[in-house]
């Protein structure tokens, strides 16, 4: 079964310094990864997906097949990247789809 | 456009009852995702409803069913409810059957006592 790991609860990190939000994959088929964030107050939104290898906001993801990772990095962290960031992974067989997210890391910035 | 709504926004319950949740996609969109959000947890993915067919199921049992309506907006239905069922339920559109990208809702919150 396809599982997602994201190991740390809760980072705090200074601004200006780099951010790095772990995850961790469990899947035997070709993946496709994305993370999420939800902001204070707002809905869960999609921040990047390893498909399209974009970087969004300053965050970049590299999927790493032999380490089964796909983490989330900022060279310098802001301010206004406090919030709740989820990895998730996309299973998909014979035209159905399952998505499996973690449990989520809360990115705190200090000023 | 207002994004994905859902109704209602929260919502008390008794164990052993029934309860229905309700989503409007995104206008365009075909898909229709339900995730359920235990506190201190991630999303977890309950189905997935594409052109009003089934295409996902996660790992619940059959006391949670869903459908997806001609409009394309859809319900959650849970039936003898347990306390375990209290969670942010969820709804996400999309508008392929991949969900390279899925636009979420704000929730309902359900409480069983």
């Known amino acids: 079964a396809q599982r997602v790991t994201q190991p740390e609860k809760l980072l705090s990190v200074f601004k200006g310094a780099p951010v790095e939000l772990k995850c961790n994959y469990s899947?035997?088929?070709?993946?496709?990864l994305f993370w999420y964030v939800q902001y204070s107050r707002q809905r869960l939104q999609l921040l990047l997906r390893?498909?399209s290898r974009e970087s969004i906001k300053g965050f970049t993801a590299d999927l790493n097949k032999g380490e089964t990772s796909f983490h989330l990095k900022k060279p310098f962290a802001q301010e206004e990247d406090s919030a709740m960031y989820y990895c998730a992974l996309s299973e998909w067989h014979f035209g159905n789809e399952k998505l499996t997210f973690g449990t989520g890391t809360r990115l705190t910035i200090i000023p | 456009d207002a994004g994905v709504t859902q109704s209602p926004t929260h919502l008390i319950k008794t164990r052993g009852q029934q309860v229905t949740l309700r989503c409007s996609p995104i206008?365009?969109?075909?898909?229709v995702s339900w995730y359920q959000q235990v506190l201190g947890q991630g999303p977890q993915f309950i189905f997935q409803y594409y052109e009003k067919e089934e295409r996902g199921r996660g790992n619940f049992p059959d006391r949670f069913s869903a459908r997806q309506f001609p409009n394309y907006s859809s319900e959650l239905n849970v039936n003898a409810l347990l306390l375990g069922d209290s969670a942010l339920y969820l709804c996400?559109?999309?508008?392929?059957?991949?969900?390279?990208?899925?636009?979420f809702g704000p929730g309902t919150r359900l409480t069983v006592t």
């Open positions: 390893h498909i």
């Open positions: 996400a559109s999309s508008a392929l059957v991949r969900t390279y990208e899925q636009y």
């Open positions: 899947y035997s088929g070709s993946p496709e």
């Open positions: 206008s365009g969109h075909k898909s």
